[in-house]
């Protein structure tokens, strides 16, 4: 084939890829567009995860050995201002909270005989003093009857008051268990600061905390013992002023405690 024959048959290719609509020429061999792989997207950067933290756990309740502790504190009391002070410094009671005063005892502390009731009322609670509201007027119109009282001046006519707690619970309730346990051993100290020679116990909650027991119709006029000392139980005043016909019994117990005084 000669070159003229060359020339018309490479215009015949290029007219009939023109009618084709190849009309561009962009590379000097074809592509074949349907062999490329699709281009596939770039990947995002992957975006570090924040570190999974656990809640916070709530503070663990340290155990406080309320008793331990009252223990150890009545114990480095030397006097009853000491133990006065030590008792209003002691955090573990929850009566401490809301309670006005502190009620810490009345009285001679040389006298012969100790009182121990339960707990301030609301008159207490407002004065500071012990048996200071209506069981307390009835208790010194009882101790007058056999002429003694908390204000004579003989400490072989005088008493001495105080309360298994210092401070009132609310609404007058009744003491538990556990408040009775940590304050009992600032109540045993108090008995070996007075060193009285007859303990009276006024109510449940005294006998309760010092004799391990309860049900004072029971108990009430039997001589006993607690911490050395010869105890004799009796009604609380304010049982007294609820149940009048018990003034009976009351007054039976005050003669023998009158006789075992004089002798």
């Known amino acids: 084939m000669d070159s003229s024959d060359t020339y018309w048959n490479d215009r015949?290719?290029?007219?009939?890829?023109?009618?084709?609509?190849?009309?561009?020429?962009?590379?000097?061999?074809?592509?074949?567009?349907?062999?490329?792989?699709?281009?596939q997207p770039a990947p995002k950067?992957?975006?570090?995860?924040?570190?999974?933290?656990?809640?916070?756990?709530?503070?663990k309740k340290?155990?406080?050995?309320a008793v331990g502790l009252a223990h150890t504190a009545a114990q480095t009391a030397s006097d009853l201002d000491a133990l006065s002070a030590a008792m209003q410094a002691f955090e573990h009671c929850e009566l401490k909270k809301g309670a006005r005063s502190f009620v810490f005892c009345d009285g001679n502390p040389a006298a012969r005989v100790m009182i121990i009731g339960e707990a301030p009322g609301r008159e207490e609670?407002?004065?500071g003093r012990p048996f200071v509201g209506r069981a307390g007027q009835l208790l010194d119109r009882m101790l007058e009857a056999i002429q003694m009282g908390r204000a004579a001046d003989d400490a072989a006519r005088s008493v001495y008051i105080t309360n298994v707690l210092p401070w009132r619970p609310p609404s007058n309730r009744t003491p538990d268990k556990d408040e009775i346990a940590m304050m009992l051993p600032f109540l045993e100290r108090h008995v070996a600061l007075v060193n009285p020679e007859i303990i009276v116990l006024m109510g449940n909650t005294p006998c309760q905390a010092l004799l391990g027991r309860t049900g004072i119709t029971r108990m009430r006029g039997s001589?006993?013992?607690v911490l050395g000392k010869p105890c004799l139980p009796m009604f609380h005043p304010a049982y007294l002023l609820r149940n009048p016909i018990a003034k009976r019994e009351a007054w039976a117990d005050l003669l023998a405690l009158n006789a075992r005084l004089r002798g």
Do not use: N
């Open 125 to 127: 609670d407002r004065a």
């Open 62 to 65: 340290v155990e406080v050995d």
């Open 12 to 39: 015949a290719l290029l007219e009939w890829q023109v009618e084709l609509g190849a009309t561009d020429a962009i590379l000097d061999a074809p592509v074949d567009r349907y062999a490329l792989e699709v281009a």
């Open 45 to 59: 950067a992957a975006v570090p995860e924040k570190p999974v933290t656990a809640a916070p756990m709530p503070p």
């Open 223 to 225: 001589w006993t013992e």
